[in-house]
Nanobody
Framework: QVQLVESGGGLVQAGGSLRLSCVAS????????MGWFRQAPGKEREFVAT????????YYRDSVKGRFTISRDNAKNSVYLQIDSLKPEDTAVYYC???????????????WGQGTQVTVSS
């Protein structure tokens, strides 16, 4: 089992930045690829970014490329999502998740956090 706890969400004005964190406990964090997903009210959960076990490979949904940066620190059992140039359409609950390999598909993730709310005001 892997337990994931996100933090760092909040209310921010458009154009602002946030850094989301996700700390893992339990089985070896460094053996899992990690991903960030988000779910806005009334919408399905969608892929945001994923990072490989080593951190050498990262992938993003097109709408966040250049604004979001995923990173990880295996020594701290943590994965991060730096979000810059926030837009109102980024408003959602953001979830981190763990998978065997990096993936854009939510169904491939084995463990999920409880989510952290990001609200962007215009």
């Amino acid at each position: 089992q892997v337990q994931l706890v996100e933090s760092g969400g909040g209310l921010v004005q458009a154009g602002g930045s946030l850094r989301l964190s996700c700390v893992a406990s339990g089985r070896a964090f460094s053996s899992y690829a990690m991903g960030w997903f988000r779910q806005a009210p009334g919408k399905e959960r969608e892929f945001v970014a994923t990072i490989s076990v080593s951190g050498g490979n990262t992938y993003y949904r097109d709408s966040v490329k250049g604004r979001f940066t995923i990173s990880r620190d295996n020594a701290k059992n943590s994965v991060y999502l730096q979000i810059d140039s926030l837009k109102p359409e980024d408003t959602a609950v953001y979830y981190c998740a763990a998978a065997r390999v990096e993936s854009r598909i939510a169904g491939n993730y084995l463990y999920w956090g409880q989510g952290t709310q990001v609200t962007v005001s215009s």
